[in-house]
């Protein structure tokens, strides 16, 4: 005995209220789910750029900025700081950044490694295990080295860099310090971590 129109009606209606009933939650359920896939603000703020200010570094010393959990050294080089880093060509190991070109941008592959010859912008990580290397700026006889121009001095390893983060021939550190992704956003901001600024 097949059943009333009324009744077929009233089943019909259950049905789609517990399919709408269903479907609602399955979409109530996915949201915390693709939710949690999307990057937290803290990671998008780890690997956001970052505005600097080089107006704030004075000639012949340096600031660290820190972009994506690493310190970035931004040294503003006096004219002897960059006559002394010409001298240098013949000591150090990758004069002109070629052994490995992913830890230097094409715009920085030059002698002192930078947009602006009187500003390098590195990360302050040695490139042989990871440490960080202490300044040594001024020129003098270190114990390391007599004659000594400046530049940044690893003790965990021996490992040299001269004043544009290239590294000294027979040190343990394979390569020169990385320059990150920068542009100049004005005369005196530079932002760290794209290298070029989106308009519009």
């Not at 693709?34 to 956001?48: D, H, I």
């Not at 080089?54 to 010393?61: A, D, K, Q, W, Y």
């Not at 959990?69 to 000591?91: F, S």
């Not at 920085?108 to 290397?133: D, M, Q, W």
Request: glycine letters at 8%; a positive charge.
């Amino acid at each position: 005995m097949s059943d009333s129109p009324e009744t077929n009606r009233g089943r019909r209606k259950i049905i789609a209220l517990t399919a709408a009933a269903g479907g609602a939650a399955a979409v109530t359920g996915a949201i915390p789910l693709v939710a949690s896939m999307l990057p937290s603000e803290k990671a998008k703020a780890l690997g956001a750029p970052v505005e600097f200010d080089l107006s704030e570094v004075p000639p012949g010393t340096k600031a660290t900025v820190e972009w994506r959990g690493q310190p970035v050294w931004v040294l503003h080089r006096t004219k002897e700081m960059l006559d002394d880093i010409k001298k240098d060509d013949d000591k150090v190991a990758d004069p002109k950044s070629e052994r490995n070109k992913d830890l230097t941008p094409q715009y920085a592959r030059n002698e002192f490694r930078s947009i602006k010859p009187e500003y390098l912008v590195v990360v302050g990580i040695c490139t042989h295990l990871g440490c960080s290397p202490q300044d040594r700026l001024q020129s003098g006889s270190e114990p390391f080295d007599p004659s000594w121009a400046g530049g940044f001095y690893c003790p965990c390893h021996g490992s040299l860099f001269d004043l544009a983060g290239r590294v000294y021939k027979n040190k343990p550190a394979p390569f020169n310090l990385r320059v990150p992704p920068y542009t100049y956003l004005s005369d005196n901001k530079i932002l760290i971590g794209e290298d070029k600024v989106k308009k519009g």
